[in-house]
């Protein structure tokens, strides 16, 4: 048996007083892709953090590919796509240099970068058509081509772990078959995937299985499985009409 890419067990994560994660656990194999699901509140964010190792819970253990999150950090094995919100759009940095920003885990303390890391660079544009926009400030891209330029850092960066946050949120069509595009070329080449996303129509033909999360893992599963209305209704506290229910 494989060892799993993400194995987290029992997370329990506090904010103050705010319980975010209670007793989460979660494992994610190579190759697979994974849809987190679940309401505004519900810990995904935390629980993305704590994969990465860039919050320590109050309780649980997270392992990488067998290792501490700290560990696949350093080997530039972690990929981390963040929602729009927590990026400084007016940074001045291109959307070349937010890809390379990749490669950093594999260059030395001068951070120079190699005809390796260059090359995956410029590999990682044309993958997610972004060639024509290297040298552009990163907050002059639409939504769509912002969302690429980051999925591009994690090619670029060859992480074995990627994890989504809303990468699908304000996006054009055009870039949403792309991102999904990729994602299932990287899944295919060995990465485990791990997506937060609202797109509960899309996530069953994306992801290979599905987590219903409300501070604790509900269920995990296929997609078509996690997202039946009854089992939605677990997360989200919707109430679910039964068929010859009245509307």
Same mark, same amino acid.
Request: charged letters at 20%; hydrophobic letters at 45%; one cysteine or more.
């Given at each position: 048996?494989?060892?799993?890419?993400?194995?987290?067990?029992?997370?329990?994560?506090?904010?103050?007083? @705010?319980?975010?994660?209670?007793?989460?656990?979660?494992?994610?194999?190579?190759?697979?892709?994974?849809?987190?699901?679940?309401?505004?509140?519900?810990?995904?964010?935390?629980?993305?953090?704590?994969?990465?190792?860039?919050?320590?819970?109050?309780?649980?253990?997270?392992? !990488?590919?067998?290792?501490?999150?700290?560990?696949?950090?350093?080997?530039?094995?972690?990929?981390?796509?963040?929602?729009?919100?927590?990026?400084?759009?007016?940074?001045?940095?291109? @959307?070349?240099?937010?890809?390379?920003?990749?490669?950093?885990?594999?260059?030395?303390?001068?951070?120079?970068?190699?005809?390796?890391?260059?090359?995956?660079?410029?590999?990682?544009?044309?993958?997610?058509?972004?060639?024509?926009?290297?040298?552009?400030?990163?907050?002059?891209?639409?939504?769509?081509?912002?969302?690429?330029?980051?999925?591009?850092?994690? !090619?670029?960066?060859?992480?074995?772990?990627?994890?989504?946050?809303?990468?699908?949120?304000?996006?054009?069509?055009?870039?949403?078959?792309? !991102?999904?595009?990729?994602?299932?070329?990287?899944?295919?080449?060995?990465?485990?995937?791990?997506?937060?996303?609202?797109?509960?129509?899309?996530?069953?033909?994306?992801?290979?299985?599905? @987590?219903?999360?409300?501070?604790?893992?509900?269920?995990?599963?296929?997609?078509?499985?996690?997202?039946?209305?009854?089992?939605?209704?677990?997360?989200?506290?919707?109430? @679910?009409?039964?068929?010859?229910?009245?509307?």
């Amino acid at each position: 048996m494989s060892t799993p890419a993400i194995d987290a067990v029992d997370l329990t994560v506090r904010y103050g007083e @705010v319980l975010a994660l209670d007793g989460a656990s979660l494992q994610l194999n190579p190759s697979r892709i994974c849809g987190l699901v679940g309401m505004n509140g519900s810990g995904k964010s935390t629980l993305f953090k704590a994969i990465m190792g860039l919050l320590k819970p109050e309780a649980g253990t997270v392992l !990488i590919n067998g290792g501490s999150p700290a560990k696949a950090r350093k080997a530039a094995a972690i990929g981390y796509v963040p929602q729009s919100e927590e990026v400084d759009w007016s940074f001045p940095v291109s @959307v070349h240099d937010v890809v390379m920003m990749g490669r950093y885990g594999h260059m030395g303390f001068t951070r120079r970068p190699s005809t390796t890391d260059k090359l995956a660079v410029d590999q990682a544009l044309e993958r997610v058509e972004l060639t024509g926009y290297a040298h552009r400030q990163i907050g002059q891209l639409s939504g769509g081509q912002k969302k690429r330029a980051f999925v591009a850092r994690g !090619i670029a960066q060859d992480a074995t772990v990627l994890l989504l946050d809303e990468p699908f949120a304000g996006v054009d069509k055009r870039s949403e078959a792309t !991102i999904t595009r990729l994602l299932r070329e990287q899944a295919a080449a060995g990465a485990a995937i791990l997506i937060s996303t609202h797109d509960l129509h899309a996530l069953p033909d994306l992801a290979d299985e599905a @987590v219903l999360l409300m501070r604790k893992v509900l269920m995990h599963g296929d997609p078509r499985t996690v997202l039946r209305p009854e089992n939605l209704a677990l997360a989200f506290g919707l109430d @679910v009409l039964v068929r010859g229910d009245a509307a």
